[in-house]
């Protein structure tokens, strides 16, 4: 039983086989799907999509790639779009210095923001974070991010940092990065993650996981991305699915009762 707690099945890049691609991740066990929107096109696409289908629920933020474009409108809309009983998350936000597409001063004002909304919403906070590790974790210690907790996605960095952000009460998921040949740090870092803090994720249509790298990402190959770290972390397959299951629907506080994904309370 697969919990992906990251994916994008509602990009373009799914639009010609989007229906089969979610069959063949229920075939491989994927009982959880946490669909990412962010920016306006893609909270839509997901909102249209977690209507038909028990198993979805959505993340939904403010890329901060895009940060530059994060005005009243974006939050307003963005605000109405996590009042849905069927959003678990904020996200995904952070800070991108890779692709430089918005300034860093702008990333910083509009991650704070959804920090923010995060906590005054009672949501946790879902983290991007490439190549901005320091700034992201002083940004993360400053707003108290402990008090509403998170998930650092995508985890890429080492040891060491992984243990700081832990201290701060985040969870850490895993995605294909987890699974490549030269990523041996990575894995040091996952078997430092206590059981209750470990999610997987593939982040698809991007990272695809060995040995499916080079293609397009999807839902199903959380089941490699699961394999390596079991193995890493020498459990067993059938209870590290079982315990990153039961740490996504905690973290989301979600019951589920074998097809249904519904909020606690």
Request: with cysteine; glycine share 6%; net charge negative.
């Amino acid at each position: 039983m697969l919990f992906d707690t990251h994916t994008h099945l509602n990009v373009d890049d799914f639009d010609e086989d989007r229906e089969e691609t979610i069959l063949r991740a229920r075939e491989v066990g994927v009982k959880g799907f946490a669909l990412v929107g962010f920016n306006v096109n893609t909270i839509r696409r997901a909102q249209e999509m977690i209507q038909g289908n028990p198993d979805m629920v959505g993340i939904y933020g403010w890329h901060p790639t895009e940060a530059i474009d994060y005005n009243a409108a974006a939050e307003s809309f963005l605000l109405k779009a996590l009042e849905s009983p069927k959003v678990v998350a904020v996200g995904e936000t952070g800070l991108d210095y890779y692709w430089e597409t918005s300034p860093h001063d702008v990333q910083e004002k509009v991650f704070r923001r959804q920090l923010a909304i995060a906590r005054e919403m009672h949501l946790p906070i879902v983290i991007h974070n490439r190549d901005a590790t320091a700034d992201c974790y002083r940004i993360l210690k400053d707003e108290k991010v402990g008090d509403f907790g998170g998930i650092m996605h995508s985890y890429g960095e080492t040891d060491e940092w992984v243990q700081k952000f832990l201290d701060l009460g985040m969870h850490i998921s895993f995605s294909g990065v987890s699974t490549f040949k030269k990523t041996d740090d990575v894995r040091a870092a996952a078997k430092l993650v206590p059981d209750d803090k470990i999610l997987i994720e593939t982040d698809s249509p991007y990272l695809a996981p060995v040995p499916k790298r080079g293609k397009r990402n999807e839902s199903a190959f959380v089941a490699y991305v699961a394999q390596v770290l079991a193995e890493t972390r020498e459990s067993s397959l059938a209870d590290f699915e079982a315990l990153t299951f039961k740490n996504a629907c905690d973290l989301f506080r979600l019951d589920f009762d074998g097809t249904n994904l519904t909020k606690r309370g």
